[in-house]
Antibody, heavy 115, light 110 residues
Framework: EVQLVESGGGFVRPGGSLTLSCGVS????????MSWVRQAPGKGLEWVGRIKSRSVGGTTEYAAPVKGRFTISRDDSKNTVYLQMNTLKSEDTAVYYC??????WGHGTLVTVSS | QSVLTQPPSASGTPGQRVTISCSGS????????VYWYQQLPGTAPKLLIY???QRPSGVPDRFSGSDSGTSASLAISGLRSEDEADYYCVAWDDNLSAYVFGTGTKVTVL
């Protein structure tokens, strides 16, 4: 069974930083292209960014609203993908999901940015 | 800002057929696969359709996907009360180098 488990969410002040983790099991993580998707309260789904597998360079791509502030990385030895979020804004408040986009999703972790 | 446009709502009575459209452009739906997700309140999205019309194992054949040019559609036949949920399409956009989600459609079973 494939499982994706996010952690690291919480409350943070505007301008602060937070790092989310997503542990993956049940699939060949090293081959997986991993994305982060967020959902603000009462709103739709918004893609945040993705990291490709190391076999094709491990490169990253980001949505415009987070580019330059968020960084996605991966540790294939730990089957884990990370989302480092800096200079957080109130509009970053959302449930953050780790996903392959092609089918597997975690249950999400809530990030609240507020003064 | 969503690049894929869906109707905000759709409804039907039990047993009816409901169709949800997803309108995009040549840089997304026109050149890449479309995925459809169902999201029940308070839960993570669940994959219904992948690669435009493929159905994962365990998804009832009441759900079907299709695409035509720069648009895609999700059809739910034999509507059931448990189909009440939000539905999203998503595709890669070559111009934005980003995944773009649809605006979402809330399905109500009357």
């Amino acid at each position: 069974e494939v499982q994706l488990v996010e952690s690291g969410g919480g409350f943070v002040r505007p301008g602060g930083s937070l790092t989310l983790s997503c542990g993956v099991s049940g699939l060949t993580f090293s081959n997986a292209w991993m994305s982060w998707v967020r959902q603000a309260p009462g709103k739709g789904l918004e893609w945040v960014g993705r990291i490709k597998s190391r076999s094709v360079g491990g490169t990253t791509e980001y949505a415009a609203p987070v580019k330059g502030r968020f960084t996605i990385s991966r540790d294939d030895s730990k089957n884990t993908v990370y989302l480092q979020m800096n200079t957080l804004k109130s509009e970053d408040t959302a449930v953050y999901y780790c996903t392959t986009i092609t089918g597997y999703w975690g249950h999400g972790t809530l990030v609240t940015v507020s003064s | 800002q969503s690049v894929l446009t869906q109707p905000p709502s759709a409804s039907g009575t039990p047993g009816q057929r409901v169709t949800i459209s997803c309108s995009g452009s040549s840089s997304n739906i026109g050149s890449n696969y479309v995925y459809w997700y169902q999201q029940l309140p308070g839960t993570a999205p669940k994959l219904l359709i992948y690669r435009n019309y493929q159905r994962p194992s365990g998804v009832p054949d009441r759900f079907s996907g299709s695409d035509s040019g720069t648009s895609a559609s999700l059809a739910i036949s034999g509507l059931r009360s448990e189909d009440e949920a939000d539905y999203y399409c998503v595709a890669w956009d070559d111009n934005l180098s980003a995944y773009v989600f649809g605006t979402g459609t809330k399905v109500t079973v009357l």
